[in-house]
């Protein structure tokens, strides 16, 4: 039972991981603790094969809410994990916590879910940037098929003009009847 007081060091660096993933390092600089939130808490449970047809998104999302909702209301007694209600991310503490509920809905042990997650290397980057239909994106990014206003956007070459493409300025040098200057 002495993992569960103390962070363990696998557990440690995927929460470390997880909770940098997709931030800025003005974001990180911001905050003076790591905390994770859904989307990462997801990403990492995907990321270790926790998340199948018997123990669901949905249901990880249930076990969440609940940790959360223990947390924000729970005792404030010495040495115990205590969130400001409103609270949606969680420091490495009340990771532990929710990694216990996780482990009690899977009807695992608390270890099997940190041998998972110590085996995990990190978030992956798969399907993250790939095109679903080339064919589709090189016709419509295509600028010699386009017609009409749309083709004086671009020169010769496919590159667009800027603001002298997409502007129509009014020549206001002519002479018009009835019109007074306000001087």
Same mark, same amino acid.
């Given at each position: 039972? /002495?993992?569960?007081?103390?962070a363990?060091s696998?557990?440690r660096?995927a929460?470390d991981?997880y909770?940098?993933?997709?931030?800025?390092?003005?974001?990180?600089? !911001?905050h003076?603790e790591l905390?994770?939130g859904? /989307?990462?808490i997801?990403?990492?449970?995907?990321?270790? =094969?926790?998340?199948n047809s018997?123990?669901?998104?949905?249901?990880?999302?249930?076990?969440i809410?609940?940790?959360l909702?223990?947390l924000?209301t729970g005792s404030?007694?010495?040495?115990?994990? *205590?969130?400001?209600?409103?609270t949606?991310?969680?420091?490495i @503490?009340?990771?532990?916590?929710?990694i216990d509920?996780?482990?009690?809905?899977?009807?695992?042990?608390h270890d099997?879910?940190l /041998?998972?997650?110590n085996? %995990?290397?990190?978030?992956?980057? +798969?399907?993250v940037?790939?095109?679903? %239909? @080339?064919?589709?994106t !090189?016709?419509?990014?295509?600028?010699?098929q386009y +017609?009409?206003s749309?083709?004086?956007?671009?020169?010769e070459e496919? *590159?667009?003009?800027?603001?002298?493409?997409? =502007? !129509?300025d009014a !020549?206001?040098t002519?002479?018009?009847?009835?019109?007074k200057?306000? *001087?």
């Amino acid at each position: 039972m /002495a993992s569960k007081s103390s962070a363990p060091s696998g557990l440690r660096q995927a929460f470390d991981k997880y909770s940098k993933f997709g931030k800025t390092h003005a974001q990180l600089a !911001d905050h003076n603790e790591l905390r994770i939130g859904s /989307a990462g808490i997801q990403k990492m449970m995907k990321d270790c =094969s926790l998340i199948n047809s018997k123990y669901t998104s949905q249901l990880l999302d249930n076990d969440i809410a609940r940790v959360l909702g223990k947390l924000t209301t729970g005792s404030s007694e010495p040495g115990s994990v *205590h969130y400001p209600k409103g609270t949606k991310t969680f420091e490495i @503490k009340g990771f532990k916590l929710l990694i216990d509920r996780i482990a009690e809905s899977k009807g695992v042990s608390h270890d099997e879910i940190l /041998a998972k997650i110590n085996q %995990n290397e990190g978030p992956s980057l +798969t399907n993250v940037t790939e095109i679903s %239909n @080339k064919e589709i994106t !090189d016709r419509m990014t295509d600028t010699s098929q386009y +017609t009409g206003s749309h083709k004086e956007r671009f020169d010769e070459e496919g *590159h667009g003009k800027g603001k002298e493409g997409r =502007s !129509d300025d009014a !020549d206001t040098t002519g002479y018009v009847q009835g019109f007074k200057t306000g *001087h």
